[in-house]
C-alpha cells in the first residue's frame, strides 16, 4: 500500500444542501456477504480490490467493504442476480465464499450507496478524508481547488444526500517542511543513491492520502526499496488507480522522491 504526503488547509465553507430521494422498495432488492478467503499478507487490499472490481464490472450492484473487517464486502442488487452464474464464477475465481441472501436493511444499504458512489465519482471528484475534491489532477494544483463534504443517510422512507461545498489548498509536501537541514538536502539531491533516515528529520509527521490520517517518516529515497512490493512509479500510479481511482500524475522517475511512512497501529510495516 502506497501514501501521498501532503499539508492541506480548509479555507470557507458554505451552508449544507439536502438533497432527498425517495427509498426503493426494499423487497425488491436483496443483501449477501462476501467472505474473501485469501491467502495474501494484505487481505484487507484484496478486499477493496475486489469490492472495486465488483462494482465496475456489475452496474446492477451497490458494494461496499463491511466495515471493521478485512474481508468482507457487503452486495446490494436483485435476488436474480444474486442467484445468477456471473456472481458464483466472480466468488470462484476471487477464492470467495457467498453467504446466505438476506433482507436490505436500511444500514447495509447506506453504507453500500456512500461507497459506490464515492467509488464512481473518482477521478473527477477524489476522496481525501472526509472530502471528495474535483478534478483528475488536483494533486498538481498549488493553488484553490473545490471540495465538498458528502455523507449519505438511508432512513424507513427517504434518501438524504447531504453536501457542502468548501475551497481548500492541498500542496504537495516538501522536504524543507520536515526540518531536514540544507546540508543533508545538499547531498540527499547530489545522488539517486542516497537517502535521509529518520533521525535527520525533524518534524516527521505528515498528513497521506487518501485517508488524511498523520503518519511518521521513517525515511525518504529516490528509489523504491527493494522488498517493495510496487517495483515502479508506473506500478504505483495503476495501484492507486485501482484502489482509489486517483489519476497520479506523469512524473520524470529522477523527480520523484519516496516517503517511507510509519503506522504505529499498523506496527512495523512500511507504507510508501
Known amino acids: 500500500m502506497f ?3 501532503t499539508s492541506t488547509k480548509l479555507m470557507a465553507g458554505c451552508q449544507q444542501s439536502l438533497h432527498f430521494v425517495t427509498l426503493p422498495d426494499l423487497n425488491k432488492l436483496c443483501a449477501s456477504r462476501l467472505i474473501v478467503l485469501c491467502l495474501e499478507n494484505d487481505r484487507k487490499q484484496q478486499q477493496v480490490l475486489h469490492c472495486r472490481e465488483l462494482l465496475f464490472t456489475n452496474l446492477e450492484v451497490l458494494a461496499s467493504p463491511v466495515p471493521d473487517t478485512i474481508d468482507e464486502i457487503f ?27 438476506m433482507p436490505v436493511t436500511c444500514a447495509v444499504l447506506q453504507c453500500c450507496l456512500s461507497y459506490t458512489l464515492i467509488a464512481k465519482l473518482a477521478p473527477k471528484w477524489n476522496k481525501a478524508g472526509n472530502l471528495l475534491i474535483q478534478g483528475h489532477d488536483f494533486l498538481l494544483n498549488l493553488g484553490k481547488e473545490n471540495a465538498i463534504r458528502f455523507e449519505v443517510t438511508v432512513q424507513d422512507k427517504q434518501i ?6 468548501y475551497t481548500i489548498r492541498l500542496p504537495p509536501s516538501q522536504l524543507e517542511e520536515f526540518g531536514v537541514s540544507p546540508t543533508v538536502l545538499q547531498w540527499f539531491n547530489r545522488s539517486q543513491d542516497a537517502s535521509i533516515p529518520h533521525h535527520a528529520i525533524a518534524s516527521r509527521w505528515s498528513y ?26 508506473l506500478d504505483i500510479k ?33 507504507f510508501r
Request: aromatic share 10%.
Open 75 to 101: 452486495i446490494v442488487t436483485s435476488r436474480n442476480f444474486l442467484n445468477s452464474r456471473r456472481i458464483q464464477e466472480f466468488a470462484k475465481r476471487i477464492g470467495a465464499k457467498m453467504e446466505e441472501i
Open 3 to 5: 501514501a501521498h504526503a
Open 238 to 270: 495503476k495501484h492507486w488507480r485501482n484502489m482509489y481511482g486517483y489519476t497520479l500524475p506523469d512524473m520524470p522517475d529522477q523527480h520523484i522522491i519516496y516517503l517511507n511512512i510509519y503506522f504505529k497501529m499498523i506496527g512495523e510495516r512500511l
Open 160 to 165: 438524504c444526500i447531504a453536501l457542502e461545498a
Open 208 to 233: 497521506i492520502l487518501p485517508s488524511m490520517k498523520k503518519g511518521e517518516i521513517a525515511s525518504v529515497t529516490h528509489k523504491l526499496p527493494a522488498d517493495s512490493e510496487l517495483h515502479s512509479y
